[in-house]
C-alpha cells in the first residue's frame, strides 16, 4: 500500500544522499545504505535504475548475511527489470 511506497521512497532517497556524500569526498563506488535503530536493521540496495531492494531484519540479526544476501538479490532485480 502507501507505506511501502512511502519507505520504498525514503530508502532510494538515502540511496541517493549516500551517492552524492561518497562523490562530495572522491569515492564513486557507493553501494548501500544502512540504518541500525535500537529495534533493528534497514538495509537499501539500488536494485539497477528502476528499483530499489529494502531489507529489514531485528537487532539480533546476522547484518553480514543480510549483506551478502541483499547483493545477490539486487543482481537478479536488476537482471530481470532490463
Do not use: H
Amino acid at each position: 500500500g502507501s507505506e511501502a511506497d512511502r519507505v520504498a521512497a525514503m530508502a532510494a532517497t538515502a540511496l541517493g544522499l549516500g551517492t552524492l556524500i561518497w562523490q562530495r569526498i572522491g569515492v564513486v563506488d557507493f553501494e548501500e545504505a544502512v540504518v541500525r535503530g535500537d529495534s533493528g536493521y534497514l538495509v537499501a540496495y539500488s536494485a539497477g535504475r528502476q528499483a530499489v531492494l529494502v531489507m529489514c531484519g531485528p537487532s539480533d540479526a546476522n547484518l553480514a548475511l543480510m549483506r551478502i544476501e541483499a547483493r545477490a538479490v539486487s543482481v537478479k532485480i536488476n537482471q530481470l527489470l532490463t
